[in-house]
């Protein structure tokens, strides 16, 4: 079974540039979850979809990060303008079911905005 | 809110050692799941062990135990006979069942294992 996909694995721009990262998950996971890792942090959600619809955006920066999962498998996650404290590894991870269901991780998209 | 509090931001054991990792969360939840998720350095996170709240035994997966303290919402997690492919951050991850059911990780507790 192919586990979660993810690209780029390394990005690095300059402040007030964009940037986009993309996600493909284990097909048939209906849940689809983008988290931030800051280095020495634990992973922090900021957005979680069911099929194409999303669940939980309550700590998505709206102002410069959007997110979307078009047609309930691949999402891809913007962030425009960058800013320095964006600099972190960005997790794309998918589960089976919402409550129990284990979560799979992807390897991660690390961002270092200069 | 739900938080998750790891206390220990780095531990070490000898090889072949028993090491226990603190976890402790704050919710007014009686039904929630708790999770130990396993990130190698470069490598994917992967879930080392899963308990649910309304079971009163602890949750084992071989040499991986933990101690589920729910009264006072402590959630440990035993490695035993511990082996250099066990070094890694260990994160402990909370999970309400109701509403949107999102994962809520702690900080995390980087373990050294010396051979």
């Known amino acids: 079974e192919a586990g979660v996909a993810q690209s780029p694995r390394y990005k690095i721009i300059e402040k007030r540039q964009s940037v986009a990262f993309w996600c493909n998950p284990i097909?048939?996971?209906?849940?689809l979850y983008w988290y931030q890792q800051i280095l020495g942090q634990g992973p922090k959600l900021l957005i979680q979809f069911q099929n194409n619809g999303v669940v939980d955006d309550s700590q998505l920066p709206k102002d410069r990060f959007s997110a979307e999962r078009l047609k309930g498998v691949d999402s891809t996650l913007k962030i425009q303008p960058a800013k320095l404290e964006d600099s972190a590894v960005y997790l794309c991870?998918?589960?089976?079911?919402?409550?129990?269901?284990?979560?799979?991780f992807g390897e991660g998209s690390r961002l270092t905005v200069l | 809110a739900q938080t998750v509090t790891q206390s220990q931001p780095e531990m070490s054991v000898q090889e072949a050692e028993t090491v226990t990792l603190s976890c402790t969360y704050d919710?007014?939840?009686?039904?929630?799941?708790l999770f130990w998720y396993k990130q190698p350095p470069s490598r994917q996170m992967i879930l080392v062990i899963r308990?649910?709240?309304?079971?009163?035994q602890n949750a084992t997966e071989n040499r991986f135990s933990v101690n589920f303290q729910k009264a006072a919402k402590s959630f440990s997690l035993k490695i035993s006979d511990s082996q250099l492919g066990d070094a890694a951050m260990y994160f402990c991850a909370y999970r309400v069942i109701q509403g949107a059911q999102k994962l809520v990780f702690g900080q995390g507790t980087r373990l050294t294992i010396n051979p």
């Open positions: 919710t007014s939840e009686s039904d929630y799941y």
């Open positions: 991870a998918s589960s089976l079911e919402r409550a129990t269901g284990e979560l799979f």
């Open positions: 097909s048939g996971h209906a849940t």
């Open positions: 308990q649910e709240a309304y079971k009163q």
